[in-house]
């Protein structure tokens, strides 16, 4: 029995051995080695080498031909398959903007900024704490706005949206909300403006300046505040005034590469997206930064039951070029895109000033874009 009992000891000691030996395959002599996350490197690597001339871009989820390997998606005046073709009867759509300009940017932290998770990343709908919030995200977000001085988020809440859309039409709703009035709320902008749909809450009435003469004390207002203004950049104030007025900040463009920043922006409720920050519109990402946490818990709701909040992909997608952002406290990125949207708007002036049809409009140094380095990146608390 006492020789049974050690050939039993034995076999159980071999058998932990191999166990230990082999439960980390990945692991080849002390170092970590890649298996199935080198394909998918590969495959991502591959589409973003096509050069497309310079005047377009392939992509892993694009155009492909014949089933086999994605082709270039031209940039506007532009044909052929690698883009390569002028087309010298085009004319330029102004109408909508391309946040593209910041893409060299990436492309020289290709490194730093990549993505590639496995294929049961957050499948959950929720966190481990049972949100729908990446805490390392809003720290992210909270460290930003401090290094930049644009907003004041200490003892502030901030919820996620899909874009600064989502949140601004949660805004509206979760406002215009009072069981106790019958008459919908008036939903005004200043020009520029973009139009807003309408609800039985809430109705869309168009320029603030056409209300601001109203006496009705019971009339109830939400007023979108854009500061800056797109496409013109100024930055603006709040017009209507009283207790039935609710007032919704949009500072999507609130950004040293775009505006001076005077002073850090302290409402009561501010939208903000990442797409005029990184340049990433299409991952669809933004916040709201809200003193009131009964709002909070509103728009937390109907975020909820409208999208279960935004997507843990798209949060992870929003995390990665933000970290790049705090690198160097925002230097570097900063310091690219005001020297691209300088030359630009240096270029501009050129042409308009050429031209006897258009014009520029006069701004004052303190508001016009890009008339001195200091006024533009004086908040961003980093020495140039």
Known sequence: MAKRGNLMRLAFTVTIMVVLSTSNPFVCGGEWEPTWSSRAAEEVEAVAAIPCSGHGRAYLDGIVLNGVEPVCECNQCYSGSDCSEFLTDCAVDVRRGHLCFLEPFWMQHAASSAILVSGWHRMDYTYTDGSYISKLLVKHIQKIHDIVGNAVTNGRFIVFGAGSTQLLSASVHDLSANSSL????????????????????????????SWKNISDSTTRFIEFVASPTNPDGKLTKVVLHGPNVKTIYDHACYWPHFTPIPSPANEHLMVFTISKLTGHAGSRFGWAIIKDEAIYQKMLTYLELNTIGVSRDTQLRALKPLDVVLEGNGREIFQFAYAIMKDRWTRLKQIISKSKQFSLQNLSPSTAPFSRRSEILHRVKINY
């Not at 008459?183 to 009435?205: G, Q």
């Open 182 to 209: 019958l008459s919908p709320a008036k939903v005004v902008a200043t020009t520029p403006y973009f139009p807003f749909s309408n609800s039985k809450d809430y109705r869309y009435e168009g320029d603030t300046s």
